[in-house]
Structure formats: C-alpha cells, structure tokens
C-alpha cells in the first residue's frame, strides 16, 4: 500500500530553533508538493518540485523557511529561525505528472507534521 | 489567494439524508477535484471532474461542473456517520502557480 511518509507526526519546539520536517513521496512519483494548514489561512501551497527541481516557491517566506529534494525519495522542508507564527500542520503530497498539467492528475498526501512553536 | 470557496462552512445532517456541497472558483479551470480530510488526518482524493464534463459519479458521490457559473458541487447521498469529514475543491489555475489551489472546506457532521 503505497503512501507518503512525512515525519515527524508532532513536534514541538522553541521560537528560534531549527525545525526540519522530512517527507518520503510514493515510489515513482515525479512531483511533490509542501501545503501549510492553518485555521485562519486554510491549505497553502508553500512549494512544489519536479524531477526534483523547484518549480515554485513563491509562497514559502524566503528569509526563514527552504526546501530542497536531496534524492528522489526525500523532500525537506526546514525552517530556521522558527516562530510562533509557523505553528500549523504541514503536508507533503506527491503525484506522477505526466506533460506540463498536473490537473488530470490524482496527488497523493501525507498525514502531516503538526507544528507547534512556543 | 483561495482559488475555490466552498459553501456551507459547516453542515450538520441525520444519516441516512444528503449532503450538498458546493464550490465556486474564479479563473478558467482544466477540471476540478474534491477531497475529503478526516480530523487529524491528510487528505484524500475522492473525484476529479473534467471542465467538458457536467456530471460525474462514484459510488454515493455525485460531483456536477457548471463552467459557465464557475461553480461546481458534491452531493453525498444515504450519509453516513464515516462521512464525518471537511471536504474541500481544488482546481489548478490556468496561469501562474500550475499546482492544486484548495478551498477552505466545507465541514460535514452526520449525525448517527
């Protein structure tokens, strides 16, 4: 039963620490995607790779937050410094696209890392 | 920016009755999904409905896509209390960001 891997599940961490959450796509899957889940803003796309290239980043706030596909099996996520602001749930989710719509294309989540900053 | 706003926020029903859900969006859209997250949970694709398609079924859903209304919706019939869940649409612009822009959901309680 192949699923996407995100850990850790919940982590709770002072403002100011480095906090990296990790994300294993489904085998064969070409894109992956960073979502960000908060009550107030609800799902926002943060960024999303191709091939394992950054295709769009543009919601992720560049001075604190990076992401990066070190192999093909492993997305990262890291915030540094990290802030109570950052404390949502944040998803990987990954997808086969084939050509350049992803919109005919069924992407598959993780069950999130729950983030708390205190 | 959401792409998609759902309506209702919140629905409450008995099961056994159905549930409605609608979506609207705002840019052109190849097709339009929906999803449903448990609580606690990640989200999980239920139907993709193509934007030359009008209506679609999968088993107790039935999704229906007026382009010309930018508006689509999900209808859930004999509900059950697993049904319990946000559902929420997505769509992929045309322009720009080329990844699932979601809605902010549409909570369902059904109440055994």
């Known amino acids: 039963d192949a699923r996407v891997t995100q850990t850790p599940r919940h982590k709770v961490t002072e403002m100011g620490q480095e906090v990296t959450m990790r994300c294993q796509p489904i085998?064969?899957?070409?894109?992956v995607f960073w979502y960000r889940q908060t009550m107030m803003q609800g799902l926002e796309l943060l960024a999303y790779?191709?091939?394992?290239?950054?295709?769009?980043d543009s919601g992720m706030p560049k001075d604190r937050f990076s992401a990066e596909m070190p192999d093909a099996t492993l997305a990262t996520l890291k915030i540094q410094p990290s802030e109570p602001r950052d404390s949502a749930v944040y998803f990987c989710?990954?997808?086969?696209?084939?050509?350049?719509?992803?919109?005919?294309?069924?992407?598959?989540f993780g069950e999130g890392s729950w983030l708390t900053v205190v | 920016s959401q792409q998609g706003e759902e309506d209702p926020q919140a629905l409450s029903i008995q099961e056994g009755e159905n549930a409605t859900m609608n979506c609207s969006y705002k840019?052109?859209?190849?097709?339009l999904q929906w999803y449903r997250q448990n609580s606690g949970r990640g989200l999980v694709h239920l139907i993709l409905?193509?934007?030359?398609?009008r209506e679609k079924h999968s088993g107790r859903l039935r999704v229906t896509l007026d382009t010309s209304k930018k508006s689509s919706s999900l209808l859930i019939t004999a509900s059950r209390a697993a049904d319990t869940a946000s559902y929420f649409c997505?769509?992929?612009?045309?322009?720009?960001?080329?990844?699932?822009?979601f809605g902010s959901g549409t909570r369902l309680q059904v109440q055994p």
């Open positions: 409905i193509r934007s030359n398609e």
């Open positions: 840019t052109s859209i190849n097709n």
């Open positions: 997505a769509t992929v612009l045309d322009t720009g960001r080329r990844a699932l822009t």
């Open positions: 790779f191709r091939n394992r290239a950054p295709l769009d």
């Open positions: 085998l064969g899957h070409n894109t």
């Open positions: 989710a990954s997808g086969l696209v084939l050509g350049t719509q992803i919109s005919g294309n069924t992407i598959y």
